[in-house]
């Protein structure tokens, strides 16, 4: 079993940039796909962002794509989401998902595990 705690979110304004950390409890973290998922008010959580157990793939929605990178560290068992020209409409609680395998996994439903959610608020 896998317990994982999100952090780095924050108010930022628009244009701004903010890390997300998510640091996994557990042995075997390297044999897990990771994934970043949000969910705004009122709207239904929804994929940002996975990466695989090496973290030689990665796949992104289409509404981060070029602004948001996933990345992971082994060692440190803890997966980021650095997001860069923050839009007010990425505002939302952002989660970090875990699933044992080496593949990506990119929907919702395929996650086994899922940490409390970080707050993520950017202004105008």
């Known amino acids: 079993q896998v317990q994982l705690v999100e952090s780095g979110g924050g108010l930022v304004q628009a244009g701004g940039s903010l890390r997300l950390s998510c640091a996994a409890s557990g042995r075997t973290f390297s044999v897990y796909a990771m994934g970043w998922f949000r969910q705004a008010p009122g709207k239904e959580r929804e994929f940002v962002a996975a990466i695989n157990w090496s973290g030689g793939s990665t796949y992104y929605a289409d509404s981060v794509k070029g602004r948001s990178t996933i990345s992971r560290d082994n060692a440190k068992n803890t997966v980021y989401l650095q997001m860069n020209s923050l839009k007010p409409e990425d505002t939302a609680v952002y989660y970090c998902?875990?699933?044992?395998?080496?593949?990506?996994?990119?929907?919702?439903?395929?996650?086994?595990?899922w940490g409390p959610g970080t707050q993520v608020t950017v202004s105008s």
């Open positions: 998902a875990a699933r044992p395998g080496t593949e990506l996994v990119l929907n919702r439903g395929g996650y086994y595990y």
